[in-house]
Nanobody
Framework: QVQLVESGGGLVQAGGSLRLSCAASGRTASTYAMGWFRQAPGKEREFVAA????????YYADSVKGRFTISRDNAKNTVYLQMNSLKPEDTAVYYC????????????????????WGQGTQVTVSS
């Protein structure tokens, strides 16, 4: 069992930056691949970024490539999402997710490849 708790969301102006954190608890948390998804009001949950268990492989949605960076610190059981050059369309609830590495790396953008989810953190970007 893995528990995930996101933090770091908030209100920021367009062009600004935020760093989200996802703290994982559970004995085997560091062995899971991790992902970030987001959901805006009235829209489906969409993939943002993912990272393999060792941090050696990363994946990004085209909409955030070059602006967002995913990283992890396995000693702290924490995954980060550094978000730069934020746009109003980045406004959403951001969710952290964990899944079996060999499943996630095949299709990192599929929500059903993840086994555990956090409660989400709100990110609002004003224009």
């Amino acid at each position: 069992q893995v528990q995930l708790v996101e933090s770091g969301g908030g209100l920021v102006q367009a062009g600004g930056s935020l760093r989200l954190s996802c703290a994982a608890s559970g004995r085997t948390a560091s062995t899971y691949a991790m992902g970030w998804f987001r959901q805006a009001p009235g829209k489906e949950r969409e993939f943002v970024a993912a990272i393999g268990w060792s941090g050696g492989s990363t994946y990004y949605a085209d909409s955030v490539k070059g602006r967002f960076t995913i990283s992890r610190d396995n000693a702290k059981n924490t995954v980060y999402l550094q978000m730069n050059s934020l746009k109003p369309e980045d406004t959403a609830v951001y969710y952290c997710a964990a899944g079996v590495h060999t499943v996630v790396v095949i299709t990192p953008g599929r929500p059903d490849g993840y086994d555990y989810w956090g409660q989400g953190t709100q990110v609002t970007v004003s224009s």
